[in-house]
């Protein structure tokens, strides 16, 4: 089993701030967004440490960002940025650009593993569908190392089709209330991980499953 001592380190930070964790533990409770804006950025790297995130003349937009961190907002120009990655000690670890998108919440999600498939940055845009009174909706996205995809199982609703590396499912709509949502590794069934959020009537979320298979598995679930 590969366990870098980087990654202790972040496991080890991850679960003083939650407060407790475990192979297959985590919270599943909502998470706010601090600040305005229409753009988010979510650390999902295990392996990574607090990242920042900055254009590419330098100018700070989200700084030390740590694993399943709660996100704060800004506000950018939809298509004009060029973004930097970068550790404390300034490494960069990529540049990405023409992310934001000109209609509703762009949220930019960090995932990867640089001893096994590289990091990377994709930008998850909105589509949330319209809600009654009693709904609320979630997607999920999928950034755990050693799944080429996620399968997803809710209590009611058909399987959907599995979620790639990197990826985010469409939103579900389902009763407002407590939602079990199980994830498993679609090439054996192993089972990865189940929470059970209490998403709230009338809200849309983001559920992000990260870490690694055999090391750290959490998911944190955040209002869009």
Known sequence: MKVCHLSLLVIFSFLVSCGGGGG????????????????????????????????????????????????TRAEISPGSAQFTVSDRVGRVSLRRGNLVSEAGLTTLFFYGDSQVGGVNMVALQGGVPDLAQSEAAFRVVHGVVQAASLEIAVPGIAPPDAVPFGGSSSYFVVPAGETRISVSRESDGRGVQTVAPVLESGESYTIVFAGEIGIFVSARTYQD
């Open 24 to 71: 297959a533990g985590g919270s599943s409770e909502a998470n706010g967004n601090f600040g305005s804006g229409n753009v988010r950025f979510i650390h999902g790297s295990l392996a990574s440490p607090p990242v920042t995130l900055a254009t590419a003349d330098g100018v700070i937009i989200f700084p030390e960002a740590e694993f399943l961190g709660v996100p």
